[in-house]
């Protein structure tokens, strides 16, 4: 069976450093940093006082405050972008056939606020379950692909991808053999997440996984570098629009790139932690580049997992340097988390439109915060540190892993015909 040809014919994103395309491209291109101390709640008790909050966005700008309040925030950063998305392909909902739309969004925790907000009021009543009706429907993951289907009338598959951090990577995947399976002509995929909440931020710090650097929120994201002390929690949302490479053209559709292959691998080997070898991380991107028929000295640019972890960081790096040799040095290899933290479930999806933007300008995003080499690091690795670096990037991948184990990989290539 011959396997159809995937395009991205549409983005969306709302990130810590802008809340549309064009201004997440600004952000990732100058350097901009998303950390700042916490708006939220008093963090006052907390061990980590910042993240990488949303700035600006305000939910009754895109819904009535009735609907609003039927929406945990991962779920209405999934409808904002995906419309932006939508919007950004344009697809014509009056005459796209329906069944052959499809949603397969990403979300690590989904509605962890609602969750939160829900027990803390039953536990400081008298007992009674006086739960909000809307309770359950607002905390589900898949509520996200569920809203964006139900607003759009899109009858194809649709459901939630869980894998952790790796959550919307697999989505795309998914996503990608659908389509070139035959069964779909679109789908809307990415992921959202909305952890920066008191449960979100309490449960990492009690896991030693945040940085504290609380002096210095907006240098805290540092991936790579020696002095690196933990991940910044991040969030928002990316989506993306596959569709078959035919169905595109004969709609006139733009072409943003083409999807050619996805990796997937577990570490089977700790919760939390990743293999110190990378093992898990070396099968997934060789897996990838097998599934898309790309050859390792064709890749220019890899967007790490990169969360700015001390064991992380380094296991990815080495499993780089084993899968591509010699050639690991002529890539730009670059953590965009270190501008827009980590943002669990979304990561994957706001980091493949990174890698897809990168493309369209020639121009790889920096490494932000570096400063202090790390001797465990080969030093041979073109780490794209500190400031954005122009390059023809043909060939882009993208690696997303989370706790669990759970690695996925995907490839970008610019459309040849």
């Known amino acids: 069976m011959e396997l159809k040809r995937v395009v991205v014919t549409g983005l969306g994103a709302l990130t810590p ?42 939910a009754l700008d895109f819904f009535d405050r009735k609907e609003a309040r039927k929406l945990d925030r991962f779920a209405q950063y999934a409808l904002v972008s995906s419309d932006q998305a939508i919007l950004d392909a344009g697809i014509n909902l009056e005459e796209v056939d329906k069944f052959r739309v499809g949603v397969i969004w990403g979300a690590g925790i989904g509605g962890l606020e609602t969750f939160q907000d829900e027990v803390i009021n039953f536990a400081e009543g008298d007992g009674t379950p006086r739960f909000n009706p809307f309770f359950i429907p607002k905390m589900i993951a898949d509520i996200a692909p569920g809203n964006i289907s139900i607003k759009h009338g899109f009858m194809g598959p649709n459901y939630t991808t869980v894998s952790a951090c790796a959550s919307s990577a697999n989505a795309m995947i998914d996503a990608l053999n659908y389509i070139r399976l035959g069964h779909c002509d679109i789908i809307v995929t990415g992921g959202s997440e909305a952890a920066v909440t008191k449960a979100g931020m309490g449960g990492f710090n009690a896991m030693h996984a945040l940085s504290t650097r609380n002096d210095s929120p907006e240098t805290a994201s540092r991936p790579f570098d020696a002095t690196r002390d933990g991940f910044v929690l991040g969030e928002g949302a990316g989506a993306l629009i596959l569709e078959e490479y035919e169905h595109a053209k004969a709609r006139g559709a733009k072409i943003y790139a083409e999807v050619v292959g996805g990796g997937m691998s577990s570490d089977a080997y700790h919760m939390t932690a990743p293999h110190p070898d990378g093992i898990g991380v070396e099968r997934v991107m060789l897996n990838c580049l097998r599934d898309a028929n790309i050859k390792p000295e064709e890749v220019d640019a890899i967007n790490t997992h990169g969360t700015s972890t001390p064991l992380g960081d380094v296991a990815e790096l080495k499993a780089i340097t084993k899968v591509f040799g010699d050639h690991a040095k002529d890539i730009n290899i670059n953590s965009t988390k270190s501008m827009t933290g980590h943002l669990l479930g979304a990561a994957g999806a706001i980091e493949a439109i990174a890698s897809i933007l990168a493309m369209q300008h020639s121009l790889v995003p920096p490494t932000i915060n570096h400063t202090t080499v790390d001797e465990n690091i080969d030093s041979s690795l073109n780490l794209t540190l500190n400031k954005a670096q122009k390059r023809e990037v043909n060939v882009a991948m993208s690696n997303t892993f989370g706790f669990g184990g759970h690695n996925a990989c995907i490839l970008f290539k610019k459309l040849s015909d």
């Open 17 to 58: 450093i802008g809340n549309n395309i064009e201004e997440y491209w600004e952000g990732l291109s100058t350097g901009k940093s998303g950390c700042a101390p916490i708006t939220y709640f008093d963090t006052e008790k907390f061990k980590t006082k910042f993240a990488c909050e949303l700035k600006n966005f305000n």
